[in-house]
């Protein structure tokens, strides 16, 4: 099982950017989807962005298209999720998560999340 560490986060004025960060172990690092997800206080967990083995397939939740971009450097066995534009409702702890299908991902395996808070 893969074992995945964010970092990145932090606290930010609205309008501003992050870059979050999340290292896979293992050597299979290439072999898996990986995907942002976030929870605010009260809220349910959204999948923010996803990316395929490749990275030749990405997705994104309405809420962010245009303003995250997902990527994967399979080399470092990293995926990042630079976030522009950042709004208050963008505050949440930001997971990554790793399965063998972009479908899946909900029931792969998790790091344990970054904080992100942006102030108005």
């Known amino acids: 099982q893969v074992q995945l560490v964010e970092s990145g986060g932090g606290l930010v004025q609205a309008g501003g950017s992050l870059r979050l960060s999340c290292a896979a172990s293992?050597?299979?690092?290439?072999?898996?989807?990986m995907g942002w997800f976030r929870q605010a206080p009260g809220k349910e967990r959204e999948r923010v962005a996803a990316?395929?083995?490749?990275?030749?397939?990405?997705r994104y939740a309405d809420s962010v298209k245009g303003r995250f971009t997902i990527s994967r450097d399979n080399a470092k066995n990293t995926v990042y999720l630079q976030m522009n534009t950042l709004k208050p409702e963008d505050t949440a702890v930001y997971y990554c998560?790793?399965?063998?299908?972009?479908?899946?991902?909900?029931?792969?395996?998790w790091g344990q999340g970054t904080q992100v808070t942006v102030s108005s």
């Open positions: 990316i395929s083995t490749s990275g030749g397939s990405v």
């Open positions: 293992g050597r299979t690092f290439s072999s898996y989807a």
């Open positions: 998560a790793a399965a063998a299908t972009i479908a899946t991902l909900d029931l792969g395996s």
